[in-house]
Nanobody
């Protein structure tokens, strides 16, 4: 069983910053993809950003230039630095780890609330 421990969510004013962290544990092999998804009330869960074990990144268009994803492979930890936050960034943010083999296996954190006030 893979355990994902998230931290860093909270309440912030528009224009402010937050950093989310997610530490994965329970296995010793490399995690191929680590990333963040978010889900606002009444909306579908969407990819925010992800990063591969080789350091390749991908971002949703809505966060490009404002958010930065990074990972520490030695600690199996992924970070999401969120700057210039907007009210539309308000959502529950979920850490995701994917291991790609014969099939793709996904593991999810419990979610952490990010609220951006006007």
């Amino acid at each position: 069983q893979v355990q994902l421990v998230e931290s860093g969510g909270g309440l912030v004013q528009a224009g402010g910053s937050l950093r989310l962290s997610c530490a994965a544990s329970g296995r010793t092999f490399s995690f191929h993809i680590m990333g963040w998804y978010r889900q606002a009330p009444g909306k579908q869960r969407e990819l925010v950003a992800h990063i591969t074990s080789g350091g390749s990144t991908n971002y949703a268009d809505s966060v490009k230039g404002r958010f930065t994803i990074s990972r520490d492979n030695a600690k199996n930890t992924v970070y999401l630095q969120m700057n210039s936050l907007k009210p539309e960034d308000t959502a529950v943010y979920y850490c995701n780890v994917a291991i790609v083999g014969v099939v793709r296996r996904d593991y999810w954190g419990q979610g952490t609330q990010v609220t951006v006030s006007s």
